[in-house]
């Protein structure tokens, strides 16, 4: 099934393969929905998808998972249309209210200049003798090894071990990282100056920095 794509909807990187093809462009923003911006990757980077596919985060770490797109995309889903979807935890309450207060909290722009500012103060903390930091906003990950990672394969390039030990060294010191170097971490509007220097304490012992 194709879309034609209306007019004056095509994305800032021009008639992408999905334009030319006339496929929906989907994107999993279960990861970096709320987190890198209010409305996401698709805001940060300018790319409008057919499809927005949302998890927990939405609910504020409640059970609740949400999907939306274009109208005419929409349309196709029962009752309107024959594509059939159902969910046992569907319009939950308690997790839609809590939805609810969270996207007003995330109206304040203060919200994401905060988690820039600890962000920022993390990678710059973590930015090691033999680590890289990959960040966007409140979200980072630190590699172990030197150099920027690219993609799935340069990250597999990193040190693994090295990163279990700083994993279980933190945890011991009690500070809880992703515990997978393919992981990504997140700051969040409890985390503050004492917070980054706590871990970035712990994380200098173990790199003798």
């Known amino acids: 099934m194709s879309f034609p794509r209306r007019r004056g909807s095509s994305r800032r990187y021009g008639l992408s393969a999905c334009d030319a093809s006339g496929a929906v462009l989907v994107f999993d923003e279960v990861i970096t929905g709320f987190r890198v911006a209010r409305g996401g990757a698709q ?28 109208a005419d995309v929409m349309d196709e889903l029962a009752p309107a249309g024959p594509v059939y979807q159902a969910g046992t935890l569907s319009g939950n309450p308690l997790a839609t ?34 680590v890289t930091v990959q960040r966007v906003g ?30 279980r060294h933190l945890l011991e010191r009690g500070v809880y990282i992703a515990p997978s170097q393919f992981e990504a971490m997140f ?18 012992e173990l790199f003798g920095a």
Do not use: C
């Open 138 to 167: 409140g979200m980072l990950t630190a590699f172990m090894q030197e150099g920027p990672v690219w993609n799935f394969a340069s990250a597999q390039a990193s040190d693994t071990a090295r990163y279990g030990e700083l994993f």
């Open 187 to 204: 700051v969040s509007t409890v985390h503050g100056p004492a917070e980054v220097e706590r871990t970035v304490e712990a994380a200098r």
């Open 43 to 70: 805001e940060l980077y300018g790319v409008t998808p057919d499809l927005t596919v949302l998890g927990k985060i939405a609910g504020g770490g409640l059970p609740l998972a949400a999907f939306g797109g274009r």
């Open 97 to 130: 209210a809590a939805a609810l207060v969270a996207l007003r909290r995330l109206r304040d722009p203060g919200v994401y200049r905060r988690l820039e500012e600890t962000g920022a103060a993390l990678e710059t903390g973590l930015s090691l003798p033999g």
